[in-house]
C-alpha cells in the first residue's frame, strides 16, 4: 500500500499576505477618515476598517469548538496596540461585538414593536432582518475560509445594518418628537 502525501496549497492571496504590512489604528482611521469620536457607529467603523486591514479573517478563519480565548489575545505590549495590531485581539472583538448585537438588537424589537407605530415597526423589522443577514454572512465567510465575494458582502452586510440601526434611531426620534407636541397642543 502506498503513503498519499498532500502538498499544502497556496494561492496568489497567501502570497500577497506575506509582502504586506498592516496600517496601525492611526493609520486606519486616516485611511478611512473617520472621524475620532465617542459615537458607537464611528467606534464600529474603525473596528470594521482596522480588521479589515488585518488578515484576521484568514489567520483566524475557524469557529473554536473551545469556547475559551486563544492564549494570543492580549498578548501584546503596551496593551492597547492589541486592539490594532493583534489578529487574535481584533478577531475576537468582533466576535464579542457580533454576539452583543445577537442579543441586544433582538431584545430592541421584542421592546419596540408590541407598542410601536408602522414606521418604528418597519424600521425595528429591518433592523432585525439586516442583523440576521450580517450574521448569516460572517459565519458563512468563516466556515468557507473568507472568499472574496462573501467577505466583501460581508462588508455590505455592515453598511447595511448600519444604515437600518441608523433608520431605527430616526423613527424612534420622530415618534418623541410627534409625541412631544401632541403634549403640548393638549
Given at each position: 500500500?502506498?503513503?498519499?502525501?498532500?502538498a499544502?496549497?497556496?494561492?496568489?492571496l497567501?502570497?500577497?499576505?506575506?509582502?504586506?504590512?498592516?496600517?496601525?489604528?492611526?493609520?486606519?482611521?486616516?485611511l478611512?477618515?473617520?472621524p475620532?469620536?465617542?459615537?458607537?457607529g464611528s467606534?464600529?467603523?474603525?473596528c470594521?476598517?482596522?480588521?479589515?486591514?488585518l488578515?484576521a479573517g484568514l489567520?483566524?478563519a475557524q469557529?473554536p469548538?473551545?469556547p475559551?480565548?486563544p492564549?494570543?489575545i492580549?498578548?501584546l505590549?503596551?496593551?492597547?496596540r492589541?486592539?490594532?495590531?493583534n489578529m487574535?485581539t481584533v478577531?475576537?472583538?468582533h466576535?464579542?461585538?457580533?454576539?452583543?448585537?445577537a442579543?441586544?438588537?433582538?431584545?430592541?424589537?421584542?421592546?419596540?414593536r408590541?407598542?410601536?407605530?408602522?414606521?418604528?415597526?418597519?424600521?425595528a423589522?429591518?433592523l432585525?432582518?439586516?442583523?440576521?443577514?450580517?450574521f448569516?454572512?460572517?459565519?458563512?465567510t468563516?466556515?468557507?475560509?473568507?472568499p472574496l465575494?462573501?467577505a466583501?458582502a460581508?462588508?455590505?452586510?455592515a453598511?447595511?445594518l448600519?444604515a437600518?440601526?441608523?433608520?431605527?434611531?430616526?423613527?424612534l426620534?420622530v415618534?418623541?418628537?410627534?409625541?412631544?407636541?401632541r403634549?403640548q397642543?393638549?
Amino acid at each position: 500500500m502506498s503513503e498519499i502525501s498532500i502538498a499544502p496549497v497556496t494561492t496568489p492571496l497567501d502570497e500577497a499576505w506575506a509582502g504586506m504590512t498592516f496600517p496601525s489604528y492611526r493609520q486606519a482611521l486616516a485611511l478611512v477618515g473617520t472621524p475620532h469620536t465617542d459615537s458607537e457607529g464611528s467606534r464600529m467603523i474603525a473596528c470594521a476598517a482596522i480588521e479589515d486591514g488585518l488578515p484576521a479573517g484568514l489567520g483566524l478563519a475557524q469557529v473554536p469548538k473551545d469556547p475559551s480565548q486563544p492564549a494570543e489575545i492580549l498578548s501584546l505590549t503596551p496593551w492597547y496596540r492589541n486592539f490594532a495590531d493583534n489578529m487574535a485581539t481584533v478577531q475576537f472583538d468582533h466576535r464579542l461585538i457580533a454576539w452583543l448585537l445577537a442579543l441586544l438588537i433582538p431584545a430592541f424589537w421584542l421592546a419596540v414593536r408590541p407598542q410601536a407605530s408602522s414606521r418604528v415597526a418597519l424600521a425595528a423589522d429591518l433592523l432585525l432582518a439586516a442583523l440576521l443577514l450580517q450574521f448569516a454572512l460572517g459565519v458563512a465567510t468563516l466556515l468557507l475560509v473568507v472568499p472574496l465575494p462573501l467577505a466583501a458582502a460581508h462588508q455590505a452586510g455592515a453598511v447595511l445594518l448600519f444604515a437600518a440601526a441608523l433608520n431605527a434611531a430616526h423613527a424612534l426620534h420622530v415618534r418623541g418628537r410627534q409625541e412631544r407636541a401632541r403634549g403640548q397642543r393638549a
